[in-house]
């Protein structure tokens, strides 16, 4: 019987151990996707305690503590201390065994704090203490603890009005990590509140110095503000949709379309998914133009819950997997770009488990022979970044694509404590290989090759082809 967490944690032989240990443990972190908020590692922030870094904003937390119980006060509320939501997250702990949380929150505590013992309401004011009293040191502060887990690159994520005002501080100051700017033009795409819209199109005009009162002066704000982006450091471009957008329309329809809704009035679905097909294409134009790399997560059924969206608002536990046909959509956009050989590098990331294999497929569709793995399927995501997904992710693409191009892990987080997120997928990577070798299913006379895949999945493809 093994020992929970011990330096062999997930890795079953003595193959998986050597991949892991001398190839993958070491390599430093390219986080290319996560919501870290620049503002905090421009100020290097402090963090009071325990409470605070690990359950303000995580989401993943929030819906265990709902599951077992626990009232929203204590997750949510403003009238409680952050001890208070501590121990009741300490309480809910033994009862996410089996669930990817369990393995985190132990993760996080052996490898940020040096904490072996597992949490629970015996340890509880132990480790909060141990743990909080850490974080009051520099060495523990946004910046350190960056700085701890080997972070060399983090690419956040801002809106198109954004001032990347912090972005700009920590280039003048020439901070070692690099922290660049990703381009996330979601709220351009929202047309379906006029009002929200309206209110936007005016923040982005005053960001942008553009009037804007119809669909060119549109992309002439959205262009002037990707072209900041690019001088600012920025390198990739993001879309949270539910499904890909590629319906036929005319550049007449879309001004029409604009106007309407720029004047207040509401529109229609079929004039939703055009408006939003333009706009996604137009974007992806823009993208290609400067080598960017555009990423698209996709899969999701927001804010299913009225009474959580109604009290809390959205990115508040009440979101899910969703079922929406994507392939002919996917195709068909891809095409749209592929075919005038204005495709950047893309990433696609799915929510539903049941489209690995679609969207594995899908990508050997448009590699071009330009750049090694130029479509890339992307790393599980949200539901499934845990074990079985990142392991259904990793046979979906090594069974249907290049498992050796692939541009490796992310935290898609908002916290400075989720970079063990990196060594749990390394390890299950490892292990996955290691596991064939043991099986005879790869040969074991080409280890050396096999560690500097590992090396380059965990590392050197992400810095390659993003060209950090």
């Known amino acids: 019987m093994k020992d929970f967490l011990d330096d062999n944690f997930v890795l079953e032989n003595s193959v998986a151990e050597l991949l ?22 421009a100020e290097d922030y402090q963090f009071d305690n325990l409470g605070e870094i690990w359950l303000g904003g995580d989401h993943y937390k929030w819906r265990a503590l709902r599951a077992n119980g626990v009232d929203e006060r204590y997750i949510t509320g403003k009238d409680t201390t952050d001890w208070a939501k501590f121990e009741k997250w ?28 597992l949490l629970k309401p015996e340890t509880a004011r132990e480790i909060y203490d141990e743990c909080t009293e850490k974080l009051r040191t520099k060495e523990f502060s946004a910046r350190g603890l960056m700085k701890h887990y080997k972070v060399e690159v983090v690419c956040t994520t801002d809106d198109p009005a954004d001032s990347l005002e912090h972005h700009l501080a920590l280039k003048k100051e020439g901070f070692e990590i690099k922290v660049l700017p990703t381009w996330r033009p979601d709220r351009a795409m929202a047309v379906e509140n006029p009002t929200q819209f309206r209110a936007y199109m005016e923040k982005l005009s005053q960001a942008s110095g553009v009037s804007i009162s119809n669909f060119t002066d549109l992309l002439t704000a959205l262009r002037k503000r990707h072209d900041f982006f690019a001088e600012v450091g920025c390198k990739l471009s993001d879309h949270g949709i539910a499904h890909f957008f590629a319906e036929d329309y005319t550049d007449v329809e879309i001004d029409r379309i ?44 927001r804010n299913n819950s009225s009474r ?19 392939a002919l959509n996917m195709a068909k956009f891809l095409d749209r770009l592929d075919s005038k050989d204005k495709l950047a590098k893309t990433i696609l990331y799915n929510l539903n488990p049941r489209d690995n294999d679609l969207v594995a497929t899908m990508v050997g569709n448009f590699q071009d022979g330009t750049v090694a793995g130029k479509i890339q399927f992307g790393s599980g995501w949200w539901f499934l970044d845990q074990k079985d997904g990142m392991e259904a992710q990793i046979n979906s693409l090594s069974n249907q694509g290049l498992l050796s191009r692939f541009v490796g892990m992310l935290t898609d987080s908002r916290s400075f404590l989720s970079y063990p997120r990196h060594e749990y997928f390394r390890r299950i990577l490892c292990n996955l290989i290691g596991r064939d070798v043991e099986k005879g299913f790869l040969p074991a006379s080409e280890i050396e090759f096999l560690g500097k895949m590992v090396e380059n999945i965990s590392y050197y493809n992400a810095k390659n082809f993003f060209k950090f």
Not at 20 to 41: E, G, T, V
Not at 308 to 325: E, Q, T, W
């Open 308 to 326: 959580l969206f109604n009290k809390l608002g959205a990115d508040v536990g009440g979101d899910s997997i969703a079922d929406f046909s994507q």
């Open 20 to 41: 892991y240990h001398q190839h993958a443990k070491h390599q430093p972190i390219i986080d290319y996707h996560c919501h870290l908020d620049p503002k905090m590692i």
């Open 258 to 301: 604009f106007n309407k809704v720029y004047g207040g009035n509401e529109l229609t679905i079929e004039e939703c998914l055009k408006f939003k097909s333009g706009l996604l294409y137009e974007g992806a134009i823009m993208d290609w133009e400067k080598g960017w790399t555009q990423q698209f997560h996709f899969g999701v059924v």
């Open 90 to 117: 300490s309480e809910t702990v033994p009862y996410t065994m089996r669930n990817p949380l369990y393995h985190w929150t132990h993760l996080e505590l052996k490898t940020a704090f040096g904490v072996t013992k």
